[in-house]
């Protein structure tokens, strides 16, 4: 008996040996809900912020002095969620003083991005360069994101 005559057969078997492999390799929380989720966020975010962020804002989070502000520390990155998902989709055209010092760069809106890249990249800058702030869901995203007008 040729397999090659039963090509169901083969396709199925394949199928079969491909949803065992996926079972056998998806990662285990053990207990921690929800911190792969977490890593898996941090890790895209990284991505976004090297691919958009860090020209303007550097690789240490430092930013530009007079230019672009620091990301590290700040009550701007710390503080509220919703003002910072807003600068992001929105950009930032205003002089602000951060730590005393003032920053007069115009940060251009980043609402070409999905809601899951600007929670993630958010997510990462409150999770890096020093900085232990909560997580940011696309959800949370979502909700300031302009309704498009049809």
Do not use: W
């Not at 079969?16 to 975010?45: D, E, F, H, W, Y």
């Not at 990155?77 to 002089?95: C, H, M, W």
């Amino acid at each position: 008996m040729s397999l090659l005559k039963y090509p169901i057969l083969i396709f199925f078997f394949i199928l079969g040996l491909n949803i065992t492999l996926q079972a056998q390799t998806k990662p285990k929380v053990n207990g921690k809900s929800g911190q792969i989720g977490l890593k898996s966020s941090i890790a895209r975010g990284k991505v976004v912020y090297t691919n958009i962020c860090l020209a303007c804002h550097m690789a240490d989070g430092n930013g530009v002095p007079t230019m672009n502000p620091p990301l590290i520390k700040t009550s701007y990155v710390l503080g509220d969620k919703t003002a910072l998902i807003k600068i992001v989709l929105n950009g930032f055209s205003e002089d602000v003083e951060i730590n005393g010092q003032k920053f007069s760069n115009n940060m251009a809106p980043h609402s070409d991005l999905t809601d899951v890249q600007i929670a993630d990249v958010l997510t990462y800058v409150r999770k890096s360069f020093g900085n232990n702030a909560s997580a940011i869901k696309p959800s949370e995203v979502k909700k300031f994101r302009p309704v498009k007008k049809i």
